[in-house]
T-cell receptor, first 116, second 116 residues
């Protein structure tokens, strides 16, 4: 496998469920990101991890809990979500987070989440 | 408050003609601008970028123009091809509030359809 992969591609869950989204990058990058894209809204940055350390939490509710066990893997744990959390969740990675040349962010295909 | 705006949700052009995608921004701290392209069921892929110290960057059929005084950038595709049909996202980069890393802010996207 190459690039950035995400599983599952689609997920339907109830408001009381607990589920996890997984992201894996095979690019040797040091930074990983979670984004949310809701219908008719821009991509919103949720979390940034650099060398496994969280460096950005964009005021995300605690029902979303990220985990980065190593530079290649990133998880998003979901708990007691609301219907308005239904969206496309995208993972991305980049070689380095420190400079403005963020064109090296590579995105995964996303997980389409529906909360009932 | 949307800092990056793509006011045209869709654009349709004929094959071989020029496609012009527009983007406006409000934050004068943005110092790097990017365009991403997204096909259905795939993550965004980087297309082209421009630093705030330049007013033009060209890469093959794609040219990005930056007008800092107007806080406006545009993506020109010449000649347009049916395979260019996708959603195009404008993004801008600035340091986050803590100054620890750069953060991308995205527009809502413009759906480009190139008709054969």
């Amino acid at each position: 496998e190459t690039g950035v992969t995400q599983t599952p591609r689609h997920l339907v869950m109830g408001m009381t469920n607990k589920k996890s989204l997984k992201c894996e990058q095979h690019l040797g990058h040091n930074a990983m990101y979670w984004y949310k894209q809701s219908a008719k809204k821009p991509l919103e940055l949720m979390f940034v991890y650099n060398f496994k350390e969280q460096t950005e939490n964009n005021s995300v509710p605690s029902r979303f809990s990220p985990e980065c066990p190593n530079s290649s893997h990133l998880f998003l744990h979901l708990h007691t979500l609301q219907p308005e959390d239904s969206a496309l969740y995208l993972c991305a990675s980049s070689q380095d987070w420190r400079g403005p040349r963020l064109e090296t962010q590579y995105f995964g295909p996303g997980t389409r989440l529906l909360v009932l | 408050d949307q800092q990056v705006k793509q006011n045209s949700p869709s654009l349709s052009v004929q094959e071989g003609r020029i496609s012009i995608l527009n983007c406006d921004y409000t934050n004068s701290m943005f110092d790097y601008f990017l365009w991403y392209k997204k096909y259905p069921a795939e993550g965004p892929t980087f297309l082209i970028s421009i630093s705030s110290i330049k007013d033009k960057n060209e890469d093959g059929r794609f040219t990005v123009f930056l007008n800092k005084s107007a806080k406006h950038l545009s993506l020109h595709i010449v000649p347009s091809q049916p395979g260019d049909s996708a959603v195009y996202f404008c993004a801008a980069s600035a340091r986050n509030s803590g100054g620890s890393n750069y953060k991308l802010t995205f527009g809502k996207g413009t759906l480009l359809t190139v008709n054969p």
